[in-house]
């Protein structure tokens, strides 16, 4: 399967986003998904996750409350609506896929990536 994500840009501080991450291909299996970020100088990290179905979801504890995944299986994407964003949101933000289908937070569970999106938060 492949990823496109897309929707990154530059907000002030308090600002919102929405990214999308379309998958094509292999769109009839049932991958959970996940978008991950890496800041320049850091390690790649989690930021949440949605099963197949749609109805379970999971967050990092620092965007909880904030951000908001979703999933319209019907139009192969995944979102993730970023509310009253942060300085230190900005990195590149990453969709991933993976075929467990359930909830995943390791990068090394996910089988297929996008090409990542960059995202800019000024104060």
């Known amino acids: 399967v492949q990823l496109q994500a897309s929707g990154g840009g530059r907000v002030q501080a308090g600002g919102s986003l929405r990214l999308s991450c379309v998958a094509s291909g292999r769109t009839e299996r049932k991958y959970g998904v996940g978008w991950f970020r890496q800041a320049p100088g850091k390690e790649r990290e989690f930021v949440a996750t949605?099963?197949?179905?749609?109805?379970?979801?999971h967050y990092a504890d620092p965007v909880k409350g904030r951000f908001t995944i979703s999933r319209d299986n019907a139009k192969n994407t995944v979102y993730l609506q970023m509310n009253s964003l942060k300085p230190e949101d900005t990195a590149v933000y990453y969709c991933a896929a993976n075929t467990l289908g359930g909830i995943v937070v390791h990068t090394t569970e996910y089988d297929y990536w996008g090409q990542g999106t960059q995202v800019t938060v000024s104060s």
């Open positions: 949605v099963t197949w179905t749609g109805f379970s979801t």
